[in-house]
């Protein structure tokens, strides 16, 4: 065990209630919508690790939450923490590039 505490199944974040609804074409979103992305992503990134916790996202609420993995993380971002606030900026990124 890595100390993490397990994810159980049929458990969300509750930050993410408050984003039903919201795209990535919503964007730019108010601050306080991109503080529930934050704070949703640092809850799961915590328990396992900044790959996992963007896919569980994206299965969740696909139309809001792009994977990511370490290749993009580090080799395009220059990241390596992959916290709340990089993901926040890879989602701004993603937008940019993948909506007209």
């Known amino acids: 065990m ?10 969300s974040p509750p930050s993410l ?3 039903e609804g919201v795209r990535l074409t919503d964007f730019p979103i108010d601050k306080s919508k991109e503080s529930k ?13 900044p ?5 569980v996202l994206h299965l969740l609420q696909p139309e809001l939450f792009v994977p990511w993995d370490n290749d993009i993380r580090q080799k395009l971002f220059q990241l390596w923490e992959g916290n709340g606030a990089d ?6 990124y993603a937008k ?5």
């Open 51 to 55: 790959t996992c916790a963007s896919k």
């Open 87 to 92: 993901y926040l900026r890879f989602l701004q």
């Open 2 to 11: 890595d100390g993490r505490s397990p994810l159980r199944l049929g458990t």
């Open 17 to 19: 209630r408050s984003l």
């Open 37 to 49: 992305i934050i704070e949703t992503f640092d809850s799961l990134r915590g328990k396992i690790g």
């Open 96 to 100: 940019a590039k993948l909506t007209p």
